[in-house]
């Protein structure tokens, strides 16, 4: 192993291989850090092969990891960034960072379709099992929007840590906070229905309504200078989260999310907004223990 890295206080972590798209990641994390006060921590693992890896091989790594390093610093030159290049899988270094992290940042440039098995590999087991939020970096990511962070609102305590980090998020960043609520209702047959079918239709909207209102009423008082605004659609979770994300510095979803948002752990919805998005994604834990804020922080 080649170290530089001391493993203290809430850093935030990028997961680098031998590809050059890392890069794209490298960067954001380091402005994630930069953002937060954060030290960032750069980790590599090779992979666990049959064969010894040669210690040639190691050095060449450990020697593109420093590049991703300085790469980090030219971004954040005050930024304190540490390196370490192990032998692991990449899955079970990175879950095992995530103990002591404030933020896992990954690649997602090679998450298309022809290569999905780099997502089930790594990301999908990172995002499934890390103890602190994920952010995928997707290949066609715009990393330079100034439009608002975006977040996926359900109607279940799920959901509250992803719009506890998305306004610390928003507030952090001076942009606006866009909500969005997705469901799925079937229109019944009007010989079914009881009472006038678009009064029915329009008590459906109102109890979703609501919903938002009541998730986010706390934290608009919390983040005052956030200014919030919302959608509510009646249609898909997944593809309506993408066609939000245009133009979004970030997107945050819940990794446990039911209710508007059904099944997001890599889900059909967690898994198309991570192949789709043109945003970095955020996958936020569920547990209450993981209830810290972007930076280490509890909101």
Same mark, same amino acid.
């Given at each position: ?31 994630? $850090? ?54 692991? !899988? ?19 440039? *090679? ?50 840590? $992803? ?22 209702? !079937? ?13 029915? *239709? ?14 986010? $009423? ?37 990794? *446990? ?32 223990? !993981? ?9």
């Amino acid at each position: 192993m080649s170290t530089t890295e001391t493993r203290s206080g809430h850093a935030v972590v990028v997961g680098v291989d031998s590809g050059q798209s890392t890069g794209r990641a490298v960067e954001e994390a380091a402005a994630h $850090a930069r953002r937060w006060g954060s030290p960032l921590r750069v980790m590599h693992a090779t992979g666990l092969t049959i064969v010894p890896w040669t210690d040639e091989h190691l050095l060449r790594l450990a020697s593109h990891t420093e590049k991703c390093r300085q790469r980090a610093l030219r971004v954040a030159p005050d930024l304190t960034v540490t390196a370490v290049t192990e032998v692991d !899988d990449p899955a079970a270094m990175l879950v095992e960072a995530s103990h002591d992290a404030s933020m896992l940042v990954l690649d997602g440039g *090679r998450l298309g379709q022809a290569e999905a098995l780099l997502l089930g590999a790594t990301a999908d087991k990172v995002m499934a099992h890390a103890e602190c939020p994920v952010m995928i970096v997707p290949l066609g990511a715009d990393l330079s929007a100034t439009g608002p962070v975006v977040v996926g609102v359900d109607a279940h305590e799920h959901s509250a840590p $992803a719009v506890a980090l998305a306004f610390a998020e928003a507030s952090k960043r001076e942009v606006p906070l866009h909500a969005v609520h997705s469901w799925w209702w !079937d229109e019944a047959n009007a010989a079914f229905t009881r009472g006038d079918p678009d009064e029915a *239709r329009e008590r459906v909207v109102e109890s979703h309504r609501l919903i938002v209102a009541e998730m986010l $009423a706390g934290y608009r008082d919390e983040y005052p200078d956030v200014k919030v605004s919302e959608s509510l659609v009646h249609g898909i979770a997944g593809p309506t989260l993408v066609q939000e994300s245009r133009g979004a510095q970030l997107l945050v979803v819940g990794r *446990r999310g039911r209710g508007g948002f059904p099944g997001l752990l890599l889900g059909s919805v967690g898994a198309h907004v991570v192949h789709h998005a043109h945003c970095p994604v955020v996958v936020v834990p569920s547990t209450p223990a !993981d209830r810290r804020g972007a930076g280490g922080e509890t909101p």
